[in-house]
T-cell receptor, first 112, second 111 residues
Framework: DAKTTQPPSMDCAEGRAANLPCNHSTISGNEYVYWYRQIHSQGPQYIIHGLKNNETNEMASLIITEDRKSSTLILPHATLRDTAVYYCIVRVADQGAQKLVFGQGTRLTINP | DVKVTQSSRYLVKRTGEKVFLECVQDMDHENMFWYRQDPGLGLRLIYFSYDVKMKEKGDIPEGYSVSREKKERFSLILESASTNQTSMYLC??????????FGDGTRLSIL
């Protein structure tokens, strides 16, 4: 799996958009970008994933640059419950039976 | 929505006890996983299963065994619990192409 780089921490005001960056300059053509988050003392939660087109679901939007070397997870209207560690991972889609490996992630704090 | 349910959120057991952690998923996923998560060590894979009655060792299988008698259920067994098995245990499931979905975790303390 390609290596990812994320800032260790970020702050965002409640109600504003939280934009979390991820660099993955060595991503291969068949690797997807996945985002998970982990709220304190809970299991990791899948958020979204994409290959090269921007993706949106009820939780977030994922913007992938045209060269696919970086991406941004956007939480459009952050709430206090979005405070968590966010993990960006790149992996091939059909690796369902392969273990998941998280890096250090970004600790996002939403401030009232 | 995918639902992965772990039987207990918190569990306290004594050294030497046999401990069972249960995990059930409701999406007919082929693949199920048991991880443990410790501060500074990240996620570590204990065992996974890609089909009923099939299992594969992960990175740290020592001291653990697993059982998958039905597709929806994957059990982790600590044969003789030791204090170094105090940890957060996470179950996950997925089909071949989708993301892994996790349960809420079981925080296990061995005294």
């Amino acid at each position: 799996d390609a290596k990812t780089t994320q800032p260790p921490s970020m702050d965002c005001a409640e109600g504003r958009a939280a934009n979390l960056p991820c660099n993955h300059s060595t991503i291969s053509g068949n690797e997807y970008v996945y985002w998970y988050r982990q709220i304190h003392s809970q299991g990791p939660q899948y958020i979204i994933h994409g290959l090269k087109n921007n993706e949106t679901n009820e939780m977030a939007s994922l913007i992938i640059t045209e060269d696919r070397k970086s991406s941004t997870l956007i939480l459009p209207h952050a709430t206090l419950r979005d405070t968590a560690v966010y993990y960006c991972i790149v992996r091939v889609a059909d690796q369902g039976a392969q273990k998941l490996v998280f890096g250090q992630g970004t600790r996002l704090t939403i401030n009232p | 929505d995918v639902k992965v349910t772990q039987s207990s959120r918190y569990l306290v057991k004594r050294t030497g006890e046999k401990v069972f952690l249960e995990c059930v998923q409701d999406m007919d996923h082929e693949n199920m996983f048991w991880y443990r998560q410790d501060p500074g060590l990240g996620l570590r894979l204990i065992y996974f299963s890609y089909d009923v009655k099939m299992k594969e060792k992960g990175d740290i299988p020592e001291g653990y065994s697993v059982s998958r008698e039905k597709k929806e259920r994957f059990s982790l067994i600590l044969e003789s619990a030791s204090t170094n098995q105090t940890s957060m245990y996470l179950c996950a499931s997925t089909d071949r192409y989708g993301p892994q979905h996790f349960g809420d975790g079981t925080r296990l303390s061995i005294l």
